[in-house]
């Protein structure tokens, strides 16, 4: 194997790494900061594509007009979704048996297929609520 096809994979898996122990939304930016030394900007950018293109991750434009990122865990079920809070940022996994109906009413009355696998819920955590943020 040659050593720029080896060197790839290992910057990309040290990217992906990076993303998927990030706790809440994050940008270029971050991951760059904590990869510079292991690989270019332009590594971390074509790999984030293809994670966005693959569902792996999110993207979403801040109120500051900044582009963030969350990495989706991976899920076999296909009853899952994400609560995403505007405040903290924080993301979390959920599987409920609820959300079919709720897709199921998208489909029929609205024409309209949901991708389930992507599917994220905005509002306000717990935490955030009882501070009063």
Same mark, same amino acid.
Request: hydrophobic fraction near 25%.
């Given at each position: 194997?040659?050593?720029?096809?080896?060197?790839?994979?290992?910057?990309?898996?040290?990217?992906?790494?990076?993303?998927?122990?990030?706790?809440?939304?994050?940008?270029?930016?971050?991951?760059?900061?904590?990869?510079?030394?292991?690989?270019?900007?332009?590594?971390?950018?074509?790999?984030?594509?293809?994670?966005?293109?693959?569902?792996?991750?999110?993207?979403?434009?801040?109120?500051?007009? /900044? %582009?963030?990122?969350?990495?989706?865990?991976?899920?076999?079920?296909?009853?899952?979704? =994400?609560?995403? $809070?505007? @405040? *903290?940022?924080?993301?979390?996994?959920?599987?409920?048996?609820?959300?079919?109906?709720?897709?199921?009413? /998208? %489909?029929?009355?609205?024409?309209?297929?949901?991708?389930?696998?992507?599917?994220?819920? =905005?509002?306000? $955590?717990? @935490? *955030?609520?009882?501070?009063?943020?």
């Amino acid at each position: 194997m040659p050593r720029s096809e080896f060197y790839n994979t290992k910057q990309k898996d040290t990217i992906l790494n990076v993303i998927m122990h990030q706790k809440k939304e994050f940008t270029i930016k971050d991951i760059y900061t904590q990869v510079k030394d292991k690989t270019g900007l332009t590594t971390i950018y074509r790999l984030v594509d293809k994670l966005i293109k693959e569902g792996r991750l999110s993207k979403n434009i801040g109120k500051d007009n /900044i %582009t963030y990122y969350q990495y989706l865990v991976d899920c076999s079920e296909d009853n899952h979704f =994400y609560l995403k $809070c505007d @405040k *903290c940022g924080k993301m979390v996994h959920i599987d409920c048996d609820c959300i079919e109906d709720l897709t199921s009413h /998208i %489909t029929k009355t609205h024409k309209f297929k949901p991708n389930k696998k992507n599917m994220i819920i =905005y509002g306000t $955590c717990e @935490k *955030c609520i009882s501070k009063g943020e």
